[in-house]
C-alpha cells in the first residue's frame, strides 16, 4: 500500500498547494490561495433512476434501528426579492405559485407520516429554510406548520426553526408562527448599516431591523438568531466592528458569521466589474475580519458551539446544524430539500414543476438518491469534529488502522500554524479555524486516497473577490447562477465558504 505522503507526491505543485497549502509567515491570510467547498459525500453511489423510489420505500417501512436524534429539513423555494450575493434564489415569491407548492408539501409530509421510518422515532430538530421562509403568507405559514405538527413525530424537547429577513417580523406573521410552535428563528442580517445593506438587495434601514428584531424578542418565545456577513463592499474593518457592536448590544440569542464569497459571473460580481459597486474585501481582508471576530466575541457573553456560530445564552442550542453535520437522519420535503436516510442520501427536485408533477402523482420527488459509501461514518466524524475546531485521530485509526497515515498531514499543518497538538487532539489555531473548509475537505480527500488508493480533488473556481483581472474573452456564468456545489449537510445550504440565505 502507498504511503500519503507518496501519493501526494504524485499530484503537481497546483494540485498539492491546493490541498496542503504553503508555508507562510502568517498562515491566518497565506496559508491556502483559495477557500475551498467541503464536499462531505464524495465517494457515494448514485441509485439507477427507475429503482430509488422502491429503494426509499424499503429504507421507510422499516422501524428505526438506530437510537441516534434524527430531523427533518423543509425547504421553501420562494423569495420577494433577489439579494445580489446570494447564490441560493430559485423563484420570486407569487401568490398562486405559493399556494400551490404548500399544498404539494403537505401532500408530501401526509405522504410519509404512516412511514414507520418516520413515525417510529422521535423528530428532535425540524428546519424551515429557503428561499424565505418567512415570506410565507399567515394562511400558507399556519398550514405547513400545523402539517408538521401532525405529520412528524416531534420530540418533547424539539428545536423548530424559520429562516428568513427581518423585513417579515410583522405581528401578523410572528403570531401565526408562535402560536403554530416555531420556538426558533434565524434572520439573515448581513449587515446592520443601512447603505451597505440596500445596496445588496436588502430592504429595511437600521431602525427598522432593530426595531422588528426587538418585537420579535418581545413575544420572548423563541430563540433568535442573527446572521450576518464579513467582507461586504463598503464594509471596512471599522464598519465591521460596527456591526459587531450593534449585534452584541442586541438582545440576540446566537450569531452566525459568514464569509462574502464573490462567485464570478453572480450579479455582485457584475456590479463590481462594471465600477456601479465598490469591490469586496479581498480573501486576506476577511482573514483579519474573522480573526478580529472572533477575538470581539470571545471577550463578550458568547461561546462558540461551530466555526461559525456563537450561542449568547442557553436558549440558542443550534440542534439541527450540531445534528446534521454529525450525519445522522434528515428526512427532506420540499423543493430542492437534502436529506440522508438508511444509508441513502438524496436531493429533490429544485426546479418546481417536476417536484410537483412527482408529488402529485404520488412519489418521493428524488432530483437523485445515493447510496452512502462505507466510509461516510468515517467522514461525518472527522467533519462534525473539524466543526467544533480539532481533530481526535485515536477512534478513527480504531476504526480503521490505515488512518494513522493521517498524523503526517496534521504534523505538517502544525509546523505550518494551522493546528496545535494538545497531547490527545489537534486543535485549529485561529488561521486553521479560517481555513477550516481546505482542511476538512483535504482530509475527506486524504482519507479516500488512504482507503481506496485512488486520489481525486474537488477543484472550485476562485472566488472572484481575489481575481486579479479576468483575462479577455474568459467566459462569464449567467447571472443568478447558483455558483454552489455540494450541499455538505443535508437538506442545508449555508456552507462557511458560501453566501448566506436570507
Ligand atoms: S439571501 Fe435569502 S432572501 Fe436574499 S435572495 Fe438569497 S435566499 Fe432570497
Known sequence: MMKLQDLLQTLSAAEKAL????????????????????????????????????????VMERPPAEKTERSAYIHIPFCQTKCLYCGFFQNAANQAAEDRYIDCLVRELEADADQPYLKEGPIHAVFIGGGTPTSLSPHNARLLLQAIRRCLPLANDYELTLEGRCHDLIPAKMDV?????????SLGVQSFHTQIRRQLGRVDDQETVLRRLAALKAYQ??????DLIYGLPDQDMQAWEEDLRILADSAVDGMDLYQLNVFEGSDLDQRILAGTMSPAASTAQQARMFAFAQEFVAKRNFSRL???HWQRNNRERSLYNTLAKRG??????????????????????????PY????????????????QAPLQ????????QLERGCLDLQPLI?????LAELKWLYDLWEQRGLVHYDGVVYRLTVAGQFWQVNIAQTTVECVQAIVTQEHSIAVQGVAAQDRKARPPGTKVMPPGHPAMELNPIPGRKKIASGNSSC
Open 19 to 58: 490541498q496542503l497549502g504553503y508555508e507562510k509567515a502568517d498562515p491566518l491570510t497565506g496559508a491556502f490561495s483559495q477557500k475551498r467547498v467541503v464536499h462531505a459525500g464524495l465517494q457515494g453511489c448514485p441509485v439507477p433512476a427507475g429503482q430509488a423510489q422502491a429503494i426509499w420505500q424499503q
Open 177 to 185: 408562527w408562535l402560536d403554530n410552535g416555531v420556538n426558533r428563528v
Open 221 to 226: 418565545q423563541c430563540s433568535v438568531i442573527v
Open 306 to 308: 461551530s466555526m461559525c
Open 328 to 353: 445522522g437522519a434528515i428526512f427532506p420535503f420540499g423543493c430542492g430539500a437534502g436529506g440522508n436516510a438508511g444509508g441513502y442520501s438524496t436531493m429533490l427536485h429544485r426546479a418546481l414543476q
Open 356 to 371: 410537483e408533477n412527482m408529488v402529485m402523482g404520488g412519489l418521493k420527488p428524488f432530483m437523485v438518491l445515493i447510496e
Open 377 to 384: 461514518s468515517v467522514i461525518n466524524s472527522i467533519l462534525d
Open 398 to 402: 480504531k476504526a480503521d488502522e490505515r
